[in-house]
């Protein structure tokens, strides 16, 4: 069975930019979460996605934005991007929310620079 | 307010000698809490867990300590092997069914086992 994928692996952006990153989970997994790796602040809750509904969501500005699709695919979007923003984005699969989040799948992430 | 503290940014230890990686919470209604392994260019991937109601969990080389009064966790590696070597992240949750029911991670600790 194919592990989560991420799209794409590395991406270079301005400020003021904005960016799309990819998702893709293990197949039959309905639920996907992002999260944010920064070396000062460690692994950082963004949202969580399940059945094309947003669950849960943490503590971001509202220029971090995400969508699932009905074949559970997510897209994550960060608009007008800052250089505090260059960080490794991780998106996390699980068959269903709630406590099957325990047993996480971790895409390879997506390296994003601001420039 | 980090609420999953790994005080500890690296570790460095010997082949074959114990490693032993410390984490703190603050949230009280924490009630299961997890490792996670990362290598380079790799998400995370599940190591252990330990649910509130055990104070110790077990599986091959890797034990997790749970001090409950204290809100002190630790994962112990024996005997220590240089493929061990690696970025740990703790992690926590409050209970299934809750409104805020995500993982919490702390900032991680780059463990170094030398030949």
């Known amino acids: 069975k194919a592990g989560v994928t991420q799209t794409p692996r590395y991406l270079i952006k301005t400020r003021g930019q904005q960016v799309t990153l990819s998702c893709s989970p293990i197949?039959?997994?309905?639920?996907v979460s992002w999260y944010q790796q920064t070396p000062g602040q460690g692994l950082q809750f963004l949202f969580e996605?399940?059945?094309?509904?947003?669950?849960n969501k943490g503590n971001f500005p509202g220029r971090f934005s995400g969508r699932q699709f009905s074949n559970s695919r997510s897209e994550m979007n960060v608009s007008t991007l800052e250089l505090g923003d260059s960080a490794l984005y991780l998106c996390?699969?699980?068959?269903?929310?709630?406590?099957?989040?325990?047993?996480?799948?971790f895409g390879p992430g997506t390296r994003l620079t601001v420039l | 307010d980090q609420q999953v503290k790994q005080n500890s940014p690296s570790l460095s230890v010997q082949e074959g000698r114990i490693s032993i990686l410390n984490c703190d919470y603050t949230?009280?209604?924490?009630?299961?809490f997890l490792w996670y392994k990362k290598y380079p260019a790799e998400g995370p991937t599940f190591l252990i867990s330990?649910?509130?109601?055990?104070d110790k969990n077990e599986d091959g080389r890797f034990t997790v300590f749970l001090n409950k009064s204290a809100k002190h966790l630790s994962l112990h590696i024996v005997p220590s092997q240089p493929g061990d070597s690696a970025v740990y992240f703790c992690?926590?949750?409050?209970?299934?069914?809750?409104?805020?029911?995500?993982?919490?991670f702390g900032k991680g600790t780059l463990l170094t086992v030398n030949p």
């Open positions: 992690a926590a949750r409050p209970p299934a069914g809750g409104s805020n029911y995500k993982l919490t």
């Open positions: 197949s039959g997994h309905r639920s």
């Open positions: 996605y399940f059945s094309e509904t947003q669950r």
């Open positions: 330990i649910s509130s109601i055990k």
């Open positions: 949230n009280s209604m924490f009630d299961y």
């Open positions: 996390a699969s699980s068959l269903t929310s709630g406590r099957a989040l325990d047993t996480q799948y």
